[in-house]
Nanobody, 121 residues
C-alpha cells in the first residue's frame, strides 16, 4: 500500500508560479503522475515521470510545467510556471508500479487526496 500526500497548492495570479510536491510512503519503481480536475470536468493528465526519469506532458502544459522526482526522498515535484486561470483545479498525485507513463487515470492504483490550485485573472 502506497500513501501519497500532496502539498504546495494555493492561490496565485495569472502568469505566476507554484511548485507542488508529492511525498510517497514507498517509491519502489513506481511511475508517478500528476492529474488535475476542475469542477464539473473529468480528471485529466498533466505530467508523468518514470523511475528512470523519462517524462511525459499534456500538450497544454509543455514548456511551462516541469515534473521531477527525488528518489532518495520518495518525492515527486511539479513546477508550474505561467499559470492560467483555466488551470484552476484540484491537482492529484498518482502512482502505479509500471515502467511507462500512462495518461489514463484508470491506470493508476494509488492516489493522493489532492491539493487546490487557484489561478486568479
Amino acid at each position: 500500500q502506497v500513501q501519497l500526500v500532496e502539498s504546495g497548492g494555493g492561490l496565485v495570479q495569472a502568469g505566476g508560479s507554484l511548485r507542488l510536491s508529492c511525498a510517497a510512503s514507498a517509491f519502489s519503481t513506481d511511475t508517478m503522475g500528476w492529474f488535475r480536475q476542475a469542477p464539473g470536468k473529468e480528471r485529466e493528465f498533466v505530467a508523468g515521470i518514470t523511475w528512470s526519469g523519462s517524462t511525459s506532458y499534456a500538450d497544454s502544459v509543455k514548456g511551462r510545467f516541469t515534473i521531477s522526482r527525488d528518489n532518495a526522498k520518495n518525492t515527486v515535484y511539479l513546477q508550474m510556471n505561467s499559470l492560467k486561470p483555466e488551470e484552476t483545479a484540484v491537482y492529484y498525485c498518482a502512482a502505479e508500479r509500471v515502467l511507462w507513463v500512462s495518461q489514463s487515470p484508470s491506470d493508476y492504483k494509488y492516489w493522493g487526496q489532492g491539493t487546490q490550485v487557484t489561478v486568479s485573472s
